[in-house]
Structure formats: structure tokens, C-alpha cells
């Protein structure tokens, strides 16, 4: 089995794998958007044969998760390549596309994996591993062919809701693994030997709406399910109700876990312009009692709130997310600035920081480590011993 890394050997995001059997057949691992893409274009596919038109060699893909530096150029690829991922991806994939999200869509001929159920795709032998992560039903993957045996980490880390499967990861994980693909997204940043955990985010945004006297605003993403379940935590111990978008009310649903917050519960209410439902809640409802509610906005909502009055000093602005995507919301941030609303950055990150990818690489023990989505793949070489560093567009042997 040869591999070669088509993009992310020296960059976050736009993350494509291809992995090549002795008898020429091909498989694809991820097939991202590079984060640094002024548009979904397809100019922007990397150099492998058979995705805008199918060749026999090209078995499929494996999606690791649903975040588009992962899968967002599968826009682009022949609709009957088989496309492999999660149930919750497919979910995810489908919720974007029916709220009409910017790049939305849905592959051609997707087929479900479940976790630690091996599949076959032609001389591949696939396992999957859930792992923790801020995308909801993310993988890892186990490919063995011609007797060699790969381990793609895909994105995860060790601080999140999910934090259990990567301590069950470590007591049993693969072994023989001639490679580890491993992520690398904390290298060259501050902080990255140790992440705040989603229990420490729930313990300072409780602390926000508390003594925030009216209204509290947060900006996060309605796919990262983890940080959702962190607010509405926070907010339940504050005695506020949570109020989210109906595109976050979608995706809660759709993932079917009756763990997770729903518009099923009472103290979770959808904002709308009527209250036909019993989970709906309008901006006239809200400003009767202010200091009652949580708001996670959503596009309509912003639109609709920007002018009220409940955008004052008595309020208080949470930006939860990377600040990479600041600008994306600066109308927002600008707004609150310029209302003297008090702000706070309260995030951690989706990614495995040092020590976690120390213990994750110890418990593999693999022969090699190559890295792979990370700004700084030399940088491995300064934390393990048995790095092999590949270049975009490098076939090597596993």
C-alpha cells in the first residue's frame, strides 16, 4: 500500500489522502476546502484522477467528519463515486442543504459506516473509531491492504463531552500500525500543551449569566453539538432558558440523540416571528423578562435583534468560536462594541493539544508518524522520535 498526502503536509484544513493497493485500485480519505478559499471552486480539487469523472480504480471516499475542510469539494466530484461516512454526517450534510447554507450539499452515493464496524472496499479493510471532537460523529480510521496497516486520526482530541472515548481509545487501541496519520493542528500555537475543557466553558459562561442583568447573546456554531450542550447547561444552572435558531433546532433534531437539547424540552425555546408553537418565542416574549433568556444567534435572529433594545449594557456578548472566523460576525461584534455591551471570549478547541497527541501516538505505537493538518509539521520532530515528514504530492510506501 502507498499513500500520498494531495493536501494538508503543511496547512490546516483542505485535508485529501490517497491511498493506492498493490493492485492499483485507490481509496481517498477526506476531501476538504482549504480554509483559506475565497469560494468553493473546483479549480481547487487536487490532482487525482477519477473525481470529476470516475474511473474504475477509484473506489470512494471516506469522509471523516462533517466540518468542510474535510468533505467540502466532494461539490465538485462525479455524484457516483461512492462516498463513505457516519450517519451523523449524512444528518448534518442534509440539514445544511435544506437551509439553503452557503457550499451546502448532499453526495451522490453515500454509504453508512457504524463505529468499530469493519467494511470492505476492494482490497481495503476499513474500521472506523468515533472519536471526540467539536464536529458531532467524527472518525478516525483503521485501513489495512497488502498487509500493512494505516491509522488516519482525522481530527479529534481528549477535552470534549466525548472526552470518554479517548481514554477507552488509549486502554485498547489498534495495534501494528505501520503508520500514524496524525493531526498536528496545535503545533506553533500558544497555549497547546494544555486546552480548557468543555466542563471548565459550562463553569465561566454560568459565571457571565449570572451576573449579566438582562439578556446574554452568544455567537457559536450550531454544529459544534458539544458547545450547545455546554451553554444549555450553563444556562439551566443560571435558571435561564436557552433560545436557538430553527437551523440549530434542525440539526438537534435530526441527530435523534435523546441526550442532546430539543425543542422537546421546556426550557429550550426556537425563536420566531409568531408563537404558534408551544416552543416558540418571539422578540416581544424575550424583552417582557430579558434577564430569563440565553440567545445563540442565528442570522435571522441577529437580523431581527440588531435594532431592539435589548442590545444594551445590561446584556452580555459570548464569542465562542475560533477567532479565525471573527470577521465572518464583525457586524456583530462591531454592535456590541458600539452599544457598550460587555464581551467575552470563552472557547477551546476542537483539536488534540501536546500532551494528548503524546498519549494518543504512545498508545499506537506505531512504526512511523507522519503528520498531517498542521501549519508546523516540523515541529513533530521536537515532541516524537519517529516522525517522517512527506510533502504535498509525495507517494511513499506504509
Not at 61 to 72: A, E, F, K, T, V
Not at 76 to 105: E, G
Not at 334 to 351: A, F
Request: proline share 5%.
Amino acid at each position: 500500500m502507498k499513500a500520498c498526502i494531495k493536501r494538508g503536509a503543511n496547512q490546516i484544513g483542505g485535508s485529501a489522502v490517497e491511498l493506492t493497493a498493490s493492485s492499483g485500485e485507490r481509496l481517498i480519505i477526506d476531501l476538504g476546502l482549504p480554509l483559506d478559499a475565497e469560494e468553493n471552486n473546483a479549480n481547487l480539487l487536487p490532482d487525482i484522477k477519477g473525481l470529476k469523472n470516475k474511473t474504475d480504480d477509484l473506489l470512494g471516499i471516506l469522509i471523516s467528519h462533517p466540518h468542510q475542510d474535510h468533505y467540502g469539494l466532494g461539490l465538485h466530484i462525479d455524484n457516483s463515486i461512492p462516498v463513505y461516512m457516519s450517519q451523523a454526517t449524512a444528518d448534518i450534510m442534509d440539514v445544511c442543504v435544506k437551509h439553503n447554507l452557503p457550499n451546502a450539499f448532499a453526495f451522490g452515493n453515500i454509504h453508512i459506516f457504524d463505529d468499530k464496524t469493519s467494511f470492505s472496499i476492494g482490497p481495503f479493510t476499513i474500521t472506523p473509531y468515533l472519536v471526540d471532537h467539536s464536529a458531532y460523529g467524527a472518525y478516525a480510521f483503521l485501513i489495512e491492504a497488502d498487509g500493512k496497516r494505516l491509522f488516519y486520526s482525522g481530527d479529534f482530541r481528549a477535552h470534549g463531552r466525548k472526552g470518554k472515548l479517548f481514554d477507552g481509545f488509549i486502554k485498547n487501541p489498534p495495534k501494528d500500525i505501520d503508520v500514524l496519520m496524525m493531526e498536528g493542528s496545535c503545533l506553533g500555537r500558544e497555549q497547546s500543551t494544555k486546552y480548557p475543557s468543555e466542563a471548565s466553558l459550562e463553569a465561566e459562561f454560568e459565571k457571565v449569566f449570572k451576573k449579566t442583568k438582562s439578556v446574554a447573546f452568544i455567537q457559536s456554531s450550531s454544529q459544534n453539538i458539544d458547545r450547545i450542550v455546554t451553554i444549555y447547561r450553563a444556562a439551566k444552572k443560571s435558571g435561564r432558558t436557552l433560545v436557538i435558531s430553527g437551523y440549530t433546532g434542525h440539526i438537534l433534531m435530526v441527530l435523534n440523540n435523546e441526550h442532546l437539547p430539543s425543542l422537546k424540552w421546556p426550557d429550550i425555546k426556537k425563536f420566531a416571528t409568531d408563537s404558534t408553537a408551544p416552543h416558540n418565542i418571539t422578540k416581544e416574549m424575550i424583552e417582557q423578562n430579558p434577564s430569563k433568556y440565553v440567545i445563540m444567534f442565528g442570522g435571522l435572529i441577529f437580523n431581527i435583534l440588531k435594532s431592539s433594545s435589548l442590545v444594551n449594557e445590561n446584556a452580555s456578548f459570548i464569542y465562542s468560536m475560533w477567532d479565525g472566523y471573527k470577521e465572518l460576525y464583525q457586524e456583530r461584534l462591531d454592535l456590541m462594541k458600539e452599544k457598550n455591551v460587555p464581551m467575552y471570549d470563552i472557547h477551546t478547541s476542537g483539536h488534540a493539544d501536546i500532551p494528548t497527541l503524546q498519549k494518543f501516538a504512545l498508545a499506537i505505537n506505531p512504526k512511523r508518524i507522519v503528520p498531517i493538518h498542521t501549519f508546523f509539521p516540523k515541529q513533530f520532530k521536537e515532541v516524537f522520535d519517529n516522525v517522517e515528514l512527506h510533502d504535498d504530492k509525495e507517494v511513499f510506501k506504509i
